[in-house]
């Protein structure tokens, strides 16, 4: 198989949903900074609870956006295939971007800028192997039905 071959199969199993991916990320971290902007500079919380305080609001939002748009899942939600290995793979996102903006701050003296930059680094970082494990295991039984359903013959 060629590499343009390989590619042009990459892109129809991947490019839309990947593109929708990067759509619903720009919505997040837009969010995301948002609270911490908000809980940071105008409520005074420390960086460290800030930083917390804005991951637990924008997580559900987050999570619904990516099931439905991102992986077009409808219906009733999994706790055990869905909703807790997205919550997992948000607290890893979490942990580095607490002790991310933790470290900025203390190493600023309290720099906005410092403190915003090393959360979206620390989430940088988290952000591919998310949608891989996303879609390779939280959302596959859904990609794999919608899949199945667009290839079968419609009915008459």
Partial sequence: MSSRSKLNQLWAEHGLKFMRYCGVS???????QSLL????KVVGMRAMTAN??????GTIPSYYLARRFVWAKTGRHSLTREVLPFWGLNGVGTLLS??????????TGGNFIAVQSASIGAWLVVWVVKYLL???????HQTKQAAAAETAPAAA
Avoid: P
């Avoid at 917390?52 to 609001?57: F, G, K, Q, T």
């Avoid at 607490?98 to 190493?107: K, Q, R």
């Avoid at 996303?134 to 596959?140: K, M, Q, S």
């Fill in 37 to 40: 902007l908000f809980f940071f």
């Fill in 26 to 32: 720009v919505f997040n971290v837009v969010l995301g």
């Fill in 98 to 107: 607490t002790l991310s903006v933790h470290a900025a701050e203390s190493a």
């Fill in 134 to 140: 996303l879609d390779r295991a939280i959302f596959r």
């Fill in 52 to 57: 917390l305080a804005a991951i637990a609001v």
